[in-house]
């Protein structure tokens, strides 16, 4: 079974020990609604930050008994629709959003000793140029960073055929240079190795060809680069002599903890390493 990004998210809930208070909605809201209903509003307090279905709301007014006023789509998220019974998340540490990012951070980083195969078919130069700038990647939006192998079609041919007749010129946009340009209409396939794609959201799973071995590392960086972020709000000035060795959250402790997860994941992103690519692969970069 594919593993969604909510799932990773909650595995990094899980990690920061991220147990916000647990409310649902007791009636349905529109995207562009300002009123939340509740059962009970006490439980709620003016500029309290709250998620649904990871839409983060700030509450500015408590009118009554059981609603709530809100501003919408705050802290980068977006405005959405939301049933009755739709959970709300009450001051969470972090918001999905955030966590979404760290864990798309989490990707890049296991990249390129876990890395994706990729196969790109596209239409080649007109039969005359012998410049090709080189396709995007689906979903990353970036060139094949690692090509090891190019295939053409030729028009009226069933067959692709392996040409090593090619270079690759590096520039702020790379591109293969032919040293015969394929004939106009055909079809060039590049095979190479990338990084893996993005989540753009939460109902996105993650790629199958990622290891199963590997499934809790970008967990693992994105719980490091969290609290990493969080020391900030641990940080100040202290004046004068202060033994800070009782303390339960010590200016510098939430980044020392980051940065043995980071090496942890260092570890693991080592021992889950994929096969080294084939020496003639060619970087673009």
Same mark, same amino acid.
Request: charged share 20%; hydrophobic share 40%; proline share 6%.
């Given at each position: 079974?594919?593993?969604?990004?909510?799932?990773?998210?909650?595995?990094?809930?899980?990690?920061?020990?991220?147990?916000?208070?647990?409310? =649902?909605?007791?009636?349905?809201?529109?995207?562009? @609604? &300002? *009123? !939340? %209903? #509740?059962?009970?509003?006490?439980?709620?307090?003016?500029?309290?930050?709250?998620?649904?279905?990871?839409? =983060?709301?700030?509450?500015?007014?408590?009118?009554? @008994? &059981? *609603? !709530? %006023? #809100?501003?919408?789509?705050?802290?980068?998220?977006?405005?959405?629709?939301?049933?009755?019974?739709?959970?709300?998340?009450?001051?969470?540490?972090?918001?999905?959003?955030?966590? !979404?990012?760290?864990?798309?951070?989490?990707?890049?980083?296991?990249?390129?000793?876990?890395?994706?195969?990729?196969?790109?078919?596209?239409?080649?130069?007109?039969?005359?140029?012998?410049?090709?700038?080189?396709?995007?990647?689906?979903?990353?939006?970036?060139?094949?960073?690692?090509?090891?192998?190019?295939?053409?079609?030729?028009?009226?041919?069933?067959?692709?055929?392996?040409?090593?007749?090619?270079?690759?010129?590096?520039?702020?946009?790379?591109?293969?240079?032919?040293?015969?340009?394929?004939?106009?209409?055909?079809?060039?396939?590049?095979?190479?190795?990338?990084?893996?794609?993005?989540?753009?959201?939460?109902?996105?799973?993650?790629?199958?060809?990622?290891?199963?071995?590997?499934?809790?590392?970008?967990?693992?960086?994105?719980?490091?680069?969290?609290?990493?972020?969080?020391?900030?709000?641990?940080?100040?000035?202290?004046?004068?002599?202060?033994?800070?060795?009782?303390?339960?959250?010590?200016?510098?402790?939430?980044?020392?903890?980051?940065?043995?997860?980071?090496?942890?994941?260092?570890?693991?992103?080592?021992?889950?390493?994929?096969?080294?690519?084939?020496?003639?692969?060619?970087?673009?970069?």
């Amino acid at each position: 079974m594919a593993t969604t990004a909510a799932t990773l998210i909650q595995r990094t809930r899980r990690m920061l020990r991220d147990w916000p208070e647990i409310d =649902v909605t007791t009636a349905s809201i529109a995207s562009n @609604g &300002t *009123t !939340l %209903t #509740v059962a009970d509003s006490t439980l709620y307090f003016v500029n309290e930050l709250l998620e649904l279905d990871q839409e =983060v709301m700030r509450v500015t007014a408590l009118p009554s @008994g &059981t *609603t !709530l %006023t #809100v501003q919408r789509q705050m802290r980068g998220s977006t405005a959405a629709s939301h049933s009755s019974g739709a959970t709300i998340l009450q001051t969470p540490a972090f918001y999905s959003v955030e966590i !979404l990012d760290a864990l798309n951070d989490g990707l890049d980083a296991c990249f390129p000793q876990i890395y994706r195969p990729v196969a790109l078919e596209e239409t080649g130069p007109d039969g005359t140029t012998y410049e090709w700038n080189l396709p995007t990647m689906s979903g990353i939006s970036v060139a094949i960073p690692y090509l090891y192998e190019i295939e053409v079609k030729e028009s009226g041919d069933p067959a692709f055929r392996k040409t090593d007749a090619w270079e690759v010129v590096r520039s702020e946009n790379p591109f293969i240079k032919f040293r015969r340009p394929p004939s106009s209409g055909a079809t060039i396939r590049l095979r190479g190795y990338g990084p893996f794609t993005h989540f753009a959201a939460v109902t996105d799973t993650l790629d199958t060809y990622f290891p199963v071995n590997a499934a809790n590392l970008p967990v693992l960086f994105a719980v490091s680069e969290l609290l990493a972020s969080g020391e900030a709000g641990r940080v100040r000035v202290d004046t004068g002599t202060n033994d800070q060795r009782e303390q339960a959250n010590r200016v510098g402790s939430s980044m020392s903890a980051a940065q043995a997860l980071l090496q942890r994941f260092y570890q693991r992103r080592s021992d889950a390493a994929m096969a080294p690519m084939p020496r003639h692969v060619v970087s673009l970069f």
